[in-house]
Protein backbone atom coordinates (compact mmCIF):
# COMPACT_ATOMS: atom_id res chain seq x y z
CA UNK A 1 0.00 0.00 0.00
CA UNK A 2 2.97 2.62 0.55
CA UNK A 3 4.75 1.80 -2.58
CA UNK A 4 1.66 2.66 -3.84
CA UNK A 5 1.02 6.11 -1.87
CA UNK A 6 4.49 6.76 -2.41
CA UNK A 7 4.09 6.81 -6.13
CA UNK A 8 1.09 9.31 -6.13
CA UNK A 9 3.26 11.50 -3.54
CA UNK A 10 6.15 11.43 -6.08
CA UNK A 11 4.30 13.25 -8.87
CA UNK A 12 3.93 16.38 -6.83
CA UNK A 13 6.97 18.43 -5.87
CA UNK A 14 8.74 16.99 -2.96
CA UNK A 15 8.17 19.80 -0.18
CA UNK A 16 4.71 19.66 -1.54
CA UNK A 17 4.44 16.10 -0.78
CA UNK A 18 6.12 16.03 2.36
CA UNK A 19 3.45 18.06 4.00
CA UNK A 20 0.13 16.39 2.58
CA UNK A 21 1.69 12.88 3.90
CA UNK A 22 1.94 14.32 6.89
CA UNK A 23 -1.33 15.94 7.36
CA UNK A 24 -2.72 12.41 5.74
CA UNK A 25 -1.07 10.48 8.54
CA UNK A 26 -2.45 13.08 11.38
CA UNK A 27 -6.02 12.35 9.93
CA UNK A 28 -5.66 8.72 9.64
CA UNK A 29 -4.34 8.87 13.25
CA UNK A 30 -7.31 10.76 14.45
CA UNK A 31 -9.69 8.06 12.94
CA UNK A 32 -8.10 5.48 14.51
CA UNK A 33 -6.66 3.25 11.66
CA UNK A 34 -3.24 4.61 11.69
CA UNK A 35 -2.06 2.17 13.86
CA UNK A 36 -3.87 -1.00 12.21
CA UNK A 37 -1.89 -0.39 8.80
CA UNK A 38 1.50 -0.02 10.38
CA UNK A 39 3.42 -3.23 11.12
CA UNK A 40 3.85 -5.11 14.34
CA UNK A 41 7.06 -4.60 16.03
CA UNK A 42 8.35 -6.71 18.86
CA UNK A 43 9.76 -4.95 21.43
CA UNK A 44 14.12 -4.79 21.28
CA UNK A 45 14.74 -2.55 24.44
CA UNK A 46 18.23 -1.05 24.94
CA UNK A 47 19.18 1.67 27.50
CA UNK A 48 21.42 4.86 26.19
CA UNK A 49 22.12 7.75 27.85
CA UNK A 50 20.45 6.63 31.06
CA UNK A 51 17.05 6.10 28.87
CA UNK A 52 15.02 2.87 28.19
CA UNK A 53 14.34 3.42 24.05
CA UNK A 54 11.57 -0.09 23.49
CA UNK A 55 13.35 -0.47 19.99
CA UNK A 56 16.48 1.17 18.70
CA UNK A 57 15.29 2.50 15.59
CA UNK A 58 14.07 6.54 16.17
CA UNK A 59 13.09 8.59 13.59
CA UNK A 60 15.88 11.76 12.70
CA UNK A 61 15.35 15.86 13.00
CA UNK A 62 13.97 17.55 10.19
CA UNK A 63 10.75 15.02 9.47
CA UNK A 64 8.54 17.47 11.97
CA UNK A 65 10.41 20.18 12.96
CA UNK A 66 7.81 21.67 14.81
CA UNK A 67 6.21 18.78 16.86
CA UNK A 68 3.13 19.49 14.56
CA UNK A 69 2.72 15.76 14.08
CA UNK A 70 3.97 13.92 17.19
CA UNK A 71 1.08 11.58 17.89
CA UNK A 72 0.16 10.56 14.40
CA UNK A 73 3.86 9.80 14.00
CA UNK A 74 3.99 7.85 16.97
CA UNK A 75 1.49 4.79 15.73
CA UNK A 76 4.16 3.90 13.02
CA UNK A 77 6.50 2.01 15.83
CA UNK A 78 8.94 4.30 16.26
CA UNK A 79 11.52 3.72 19.65
CA UNK A 80 12.02 7.00 19.85
CA UNK A 81 11.53 10.29 17.81
CA UNK A 82 13.08 13.66 17.50
CA UNK A 83 11.86 16.84 16.53
CA UNK A 84 13.26 20.22 15.40
CA UNK A 85 15.63 21.48 14.32
CA UNK A 86 13.65 24.74 16.25
CA UNK A 87 15.92 28.31 16.80
CA UNK A 88 15.09 30.34 19.58
CA UNK A 89 13.16 32.77 16.72
CA UNK A 90 10.50 31.36 13.40
CA UNK A 91 12.30 31.53 10.87
CA UNK A 92 11.00 30.90 6.98
CA UNK A 93 13.58 29.35 5.87
CA UNK A 94 15.72 29.11 2.00
CA UNK A 95 14.03 30.27 -0.79
CA UNK A 96 11.78 27.73 -2.72
CA UNK A 97 12.52 24.91 -4.34
CA UNK A 98 14.45 23.56 -1.95
CA UNK A 99 14.09 19.94 -1.72
CA UNK A 100 15.07 17.58 -4.64
CA UNK A 101 14.40 14.38 -5.43
CA UNK A 102 17.25 11.57 -6.87
CA UNK A 103 14.95 8.79 -7.00
CA UNK A 104 17.52 6.46 -9.15
CA UNK A 105 19.74 7.10 -5.94
CA UNK A 106 16.98 6.98 -2.85
CA UNK A 107 18.23 10.12 -2.20
CA UNK A 108 17.08 13.56 -1.37
CA UNK A 109 19.07 17.05 -1.48
CA UNK A 110 17.74 19.92 0.49
CA UNK A 111 18.35 23.50 1.45
CA UNK A 112 15.91 23.93 3.78
CA UNK A 113 17.49 26.21 5.79
CA UNK A 114 16.27 25.91 9.53
CA UNK A 115 12.34 26.42 8.21
CA UNK A 116 10.24 26.36 11.51
CA UNK A 117 7.95 28.38 13.54
CA UNK A 118 10.49 28.64 16.69
CA UNK A 119 10.43 27.63 19.75
CA UNK A 120 7.05 28.90 21.57
CA UNK A 121 5.38 26.71 18.68
CA UNK A 122 7.16 24.07 18.84
CA UNK A 123 6.68 24.02 23.07
CA UNK A 124 3.19 24.26 22.63
CA UNK A 125 2.75 21.38 20.45
CA UNK A 126 4.69 19.21 23.10
CA UNK A 127 2.87 20.24 25.94
CA UNK A 128 -0.18 18.80 23.75
CA UNK A 129 1.26 15.49 22.53
CA UNK A 130 -0.55 12.02 23.95
CA UNK A 131 2.86 10.36 22.33
CA UNK A 132 4.59 9.56 25.87
CA UNK A 133 7.68 7.70 23.82
CA UNK A 134 10.99 8.87 23.94
CA UNK A 135 10.91 12.53 22.29
CA UNK A 136 14.46 14.36 21.61
CA UNK A 137 14.62 18.13 20.53
CA UNK A 138 16.98 18.69 18.40
CA UNK A 139 17.94 22.89 18.69
CA UNK A 140 20.02 25.01 16.50
CA UNK A 141 20.72 28.72 16.15
CA UNK A 142 19.07 31.54 13.83
CA UNK A 143 20.33 32.38 10.70
CA UNK A 144 21.11 36.06 11.50
CA UNK A 145 22.80 34.97 14.95
CA UNK A 146 26.92 35.43 14.11
CA UNK A 147 28.68 32.65 14.77
CA UNK A 148 30.41 34.53 17.63
CA UNK A 149 27.18 35.03 19.26
CA UNK A 150 25.95 31.24 18.44
CA UNK A 151 26.82 30.36 22.12
CA UNK A 152 23.46 32.42 23.57
CA UNK A 153 21.22 30.54 20.71
CA UNK A 154 22.23 27.46 21.72
CA UNK A 155 21.39 28.34 24.95
CA UNK A 156 18.43 29.75 24.62
CA UNK A 157 17.39 26.36 23.08
CA UNK A 158 18.60 23.94 25.79
CA UNK A 159 16.63 25.93 28.97
CA UNK A 160 13.40 26.10 26.44
CA UNK A 161 13.19 22.36 26.00
CA UNK A 162 15.07 21.10 29.19
CA UNK A 163 11.74 20.15 30.90
CA UNK A 164 9.90 18.93 27.84
CA UNK A 165 12.53 16.46 26.25
CA UNK A 166 14.14 13.10 27.28
CA UNK A 167 17.38 14.19 25.57
CA UNK A 168 18.33 17.41 23.82
CA UNK A 169 20.65 17.31 20.35
CA UNK A 170 22.56 20.32 18.97
CA UNK A 171 22.81 20.53 15.83
CA UNK A 172 25.98 21.85 14.84
CA UNK A 173 26.46 20.05 11.48
CA UNK A 174 23.80 21.41 9.19
CA UNK A 175 24.57 22.48 5.70
CA UNK A 176 21.97 24.92 5.10
CA UNK A 177 23.01 27.80 7.65
CA UNK A 178 25.89 30.06 6.59
CA UNK A 179 28.67 29.42 8.77
CA UNK A 180 27.20 26.61 11.08
CA UNK A 181 29.69 23.81 10.06
CA UNK A 182 32.53 25.93 11.19
CA UNK A 183 31.63 25.47 15.19
CA UNK A 184 32.88 21.45 14.90
CA UNK A 185 36.24 22.57 14.00
CA UNK A 186 38.55 23.83 16.56
CA UNK A 187 38.68 26.52 19.41
CA UNK A 188 34.79 27.43 18.31
CA UNK A 189 34.13 23.53 18.93
CA UNK A 190 35.88 23.30 22.77
CA UNK A 191 34.05 26.60 23.39
CA UNK A 192 30.48 25.45 22.52
CA UNK A 193 30.62 22.17 24.10
CA UNK A 194 31.72 24.17 27.20
CA UNK A 195 29.15 26.47 27.40
CA UNK A 196 26.32 23.87 26.29
CA UNK A 197 27.70 21.69 29.64
CA UNK A 198 26.91 24.58 31.35
CA UNK A 199 23.74 25.00 30.61
CA UNK A 200 22.42 21.98 31.09
CA UNK A 201 24.18 22.05 34.79
CA UNK A 202 22.71 24.86 34.96
CA UNK A 203 19.23 23.36 33.95
CA UNK A 204 19.84 20.57 35.74
CA UNK A 205 20.70 22.65 39.43
CA UNK A 206 16.84 24.58 38.25
CA UNK A 207 14.81 21.44 37.24
CA UNK A 208 16.22 18.45 39.74
CA UNK A 209 16.51 16.22 36.45
CA UNK A 210 19.47 15.45 34.27
CA UNK A 211 18.12 15.45 30.73
CA UNK A 212 21.06 14.32 28.48
CA UNK A 213 22.53 16.11 25.67
CA UNK A 214 24.26 14.91 22.04
CA UNK A 215 25.59 16.74 19.23
CA UNK A 216 24.87 16.22 15.80
CA UNK A 217 27.92 16.09 13.53
CA UNK A 218 28.58 16.08 9.66
CA UNK A 219 29.96 13.48 7.54
CA UNK A 220 32.31 15.39 5.91
CA UNK A 221 35.79 15.46 8.08
CA UNK A 222 38.83 13.71 7.69
CA UNK A 223 40.17 11.55 10.29
CA UNK A 224 42.05 14.01 12.21
CA UNK A 225 38.88 15.86 12.35
CA UNK A 226 37.00 12.67 13.61
CA UNK A 227 39.40 12.42 16.51
CA UNK A 228 39.18 16.25 17.34
CA UNK A 229 35.49 15.73 17.53
CA UNK A 230 35.59 12.46 19.85
CA UNK A 231 38.05 14.10 22.15
CA UNK A 232 36.49 17.02 22.78
CA UNK A 233 33.39 15.76 23.13
CA UNK A 234 35.01 13.30 25.84
CA UNK A 235 36.81 16.03 27.73
CA UNK A 236 33.28 18.25 27.82
CA UNK A 237 31.18 15.45 29.41
CA UNK A 238 28.27 15.73 27.04
CA UNK A 239 25.98 12.30 26.80
CA UNK A 240 26.06 11.26 22.64
CA UNK A 241 26.77 11.76 19.54
CA UNK A 242 24.76 11.70 16.36
CA UNK A 243 26.62 10.31 13.25
CA UNK A 244 25.62 12.10 10.75
CA UNK A 245 23.99 14.78 9.10
CA UNK A 246 23.34 15.64 5.32
CA UNK A 247 26.80 15.53 2.95
CA UNK A 248 27.65 18.37 0.96
CA UNK A 249 29.81 15.54 -1.36
CA UNK A 250 28.02 14.66 -4.69
CA UNK A 251 30.62 12.08 -5.75
CA UNK A 252 27.77 9.56 -5.39
CA UNK A 253 25.59 11.33 -7.70
CA UNK A 254 27.71 12.68 -9.78
CA UNK A 255 26.13 13.23 -13.21
CA UNK A 256 22.57 13.04 -11.90
CA UNK A 257 20.47 16.51 -13.04
CA UNK A 258 19.91 17.58 -9.36
CA UNK A 259 23.62 17.01 -8.46
CA UNK A 260 24.75 20.66 -8.45
CA UNK A 261 21.97 21.69 -6.16
CA UNK A 262 23.18 23.26 -3.37
CA UNK A 263 22.05 21.61 -0.20
CA UNK A 264 22.91 18.52 1.97
CA UNK A 265 22.41 15.04 0.16
CA UNK A 266 20.78 12.71 2.09
CA UNK A 267 20.12 9.15 1.57
CA UNK A 268 21.40 6.08 0.29
CA UNK A 269 24.42 8.01 -0.86
CA UNK A 270 25.49 8.95 2.50
CA UNK A 271 25.82 5.20 3.91
CA UNK A 272 29.51 4.96 3.48
CA UNK A 273 30.42 8.18 4.44
CA UNK A 274 28.36 7.56 7.78
CA UNK A 275 29.78 4.47 8.49
CA UNK A 276 33.45 5.90 8.58
CA UNK A 277 32.34 8.37 10.80
CA UNK A 278 30.60 6.22 12.90
CA UNK A 279 33.55 3.65 13.09
CA UNK A 280 35.67 6.35 13.69
CA UNK A 281 34.58 7.58 16.80
CA UNK A 282 33.83 4.40 17.98
CA UNK A 283 37.72 3.96 17.79
CA UNK A 284 38.28 6.76 19.87
CA UNK A 285 35.46 6.60 22.35
CA UNK A 286 34.72 2.96 22.53
CA UNK A 287 31.62 2.88 25.15
CA UNK A 288 32.32 5.38 26.89
CA UNK A 289 29.89 7.74 25.10
CA UNK A 290 27.39 6.32 22.92
CA UNK A 291 26.64 7.01 18.66
CA UNK A 292 23.78 6.98 17.28
CA UNK A 293 23.73 6.21 13.70
CA UNK A 294 22.11 8.26 11.00
CA UNK A 295 22.52 8.74 6.95
CA UNK A 296 21.82 6.02 4.39
CA UNK A 297 19.73 3.79 6.41
CA UNK A 298 17.19 2.09 3.65
CA UNK A 299 17.23 -1.66 4.51
CA UNK A 300 17.78 -4.04 7.30
CA UNK A 301 21.17 -4.42 6.40
CA UNK A 302 21.91 -0.99 6.43
CA UNK A 303 20.71 -0.46 9.62
CA UNK A 304 22.31 -3.08 11.68
CA UNK A 305 25.66 -2.29 9.64
CA UNK A 306 26.29 0.85 11.73
CA UNK A 307 25.04 -1.27 15.18
CA UNK A 308 27.89 -3.17 13.80
CA UNK A 309 30.25 -0.42 13.80
CA UNK A 310 29.62 0.80 17.31
CA UNK A 311 26.32 3.16 17.39
CA UNK A 312 24.10 2.15 20.13
CA UNK A 313 21.26 3.62 18.10
CA UNK A 314 20.14 4.53 14.44
CA UNK A 315 17.95 6.65 13.44
CA UNK A 316 16.11 7.21 9.75
CA UNK A 317 14.50 9.82 7.41
CA UNK A 318 15.24 9.60 3.48
CA UNK A 319 15.02 5.92 3.45
CA UNK A 320 11.58 6.61 5.76
CA UNK A 321 10.35 8.26 2.85
CA UNK A 322 10.93 6.00 -0.14
CA UNK A 323 10.68 2.19 1.94
CA UNK A 324 7.71 3.37 4.43
CA UNK A 325 6.97 1.93 8.21
CA UNK A 326 7.75 -1.35 6.61
CA UNK A 327 11.62 -0.11 7.08
CA UNK A 328 11.40 0.22 10.92
CA UNK A 329 10.25 -3.18 11.00
CA UNK A 330 13.30 -4.58 9.37
CA UNK A 331 15.56 -2.58 10.75
CA UNK A 332 14.28 -3.22 14.30
CA UNK A 333 14.72 -7.54 12.65
CA UNK A 334 18.45 -7.04 11.22
CA UNK A 335 19.68 -5.43 14.39
CA UNK A 336 17.97 -8.29 16.44
CA UNK A 337 19.93 -10.85 14.49
CA UNK A 338 23.29 -8.66 15.06
CA UNK A 339 22.65 -8.38 19.09
Sequence with gaps: MYGVIRNLLFRLPPEQAHNIALNGLDIAHRLGVLSAFSPKIDSLPVNVMGLEFPNPVGLAAGLDKNADHLDALGDLGFGFIEVGTVTPLAQPGNPKPRMFRLPEHKAIINRMGFNNEGLAHLLARVDRRRYRGVLGINVGKNKDTPNDQSESDYRKGISAVYTRADYITV??????????????????????????????????????????????????????GIRFVAAALRDTGLDGVIATNTTVSRDAVAGHR????????????????????????????????????????TDGESAAEKIHAGAKLVQVYTGFIYRGPELIREAVEAIRRVK
Design 171 to 224: NVSSPNTPGLRDLQFGDSLKELLAAIKDEQLKCEAQHGRYVPVAVKIAPDMDDE
Design 258 to 297: HAEEAGGLSGAPVREASLRVIRGLYAELGETLPIIGVGGI
